[in-house]
Structure formats: C-alpha cells, structure tokens
C-alpha cells in the first residue's frame, strides 16, 4: 500500500467509525455494531462477487474468500480488544481499579 493509499484507507476507517458513534446518538450501540458487521459482510460479498469474471469464477471463490475475510476479522477484532485492554484507562475510564 502506497503512503497516499495509507492515508486514504485510514481517513476511511475514521469516516465508517465517526458515522457509527454518531448513530450511537439514534440507536443502541449494539444494534450499530451488529449493522456495521452485516453492512461489511454485504460489501465484501459484493467486492468478491464484482471482482469475477464470471458467476463459475465467483463460485470458486467463496470459499477462499470467506476463509481470508472471517480470518482477517478474527486478527483485527483480537488487536483491537487488546488495545483496549491495555489502554481501557485512556479509552473507557481512568479510574478503573486494575484488573488482575
């Protein structure tokens, strides 16, 4: 990834978080997580699916592709709780008794 398409995918990253927390305003924050997961999981389906060349393509495809999407959730779902696990004062709430 190029520094600029770096940049881009990061503004885009805080653009999706912002439009979330500002739902959170209008909706459970749960109810926001759960549409943001399903709102990800239909464009991947649809960047895989246009990316084919063709329908037999995209049906080979599936597979591999739910296996590199569900294992790349998987990696950044664990870094980022354990940001907050080791940032939860700075994050969440500074005065937080410390976990054992």
């Known amino acids: ?13 805080d653009a999706f978080i912002e439009k979330a927390n500002d739902a ?26 246009s ?3 063709d329908r037999k ?5 599936i597979e591999s592709a739910q296996k590199y999407l569900t294992g790349r959730y998987a990696e950044l779902v664990r870094d ?3 940001d907050y696990r080791d940032n939860y004062k700075v ?8 976990a054992p």
């Open 80 to 82: 980022n709780l354990d």
């Open 91 to 98: 994050y969440i709430r500074p005065d937080d008794e410390e």
């Open 24 to 49: 959170c305003d209008e909706a459970d924050p749960g109810i926001v997580s759960a549409a943001l997961l399903n709102a990800a999981a239909r464009f991947n389906a649809f960047v895989v699916a």
């Open 1 to 13: 990834m190029s520094k600029a398409e770096e940049g881009q995918f990061w503004d885009l990253v």
């Open 57 to 61: 393509e995209y049906i080979d495809e």
């Open 51 to 53: 990316s084919s060349i």
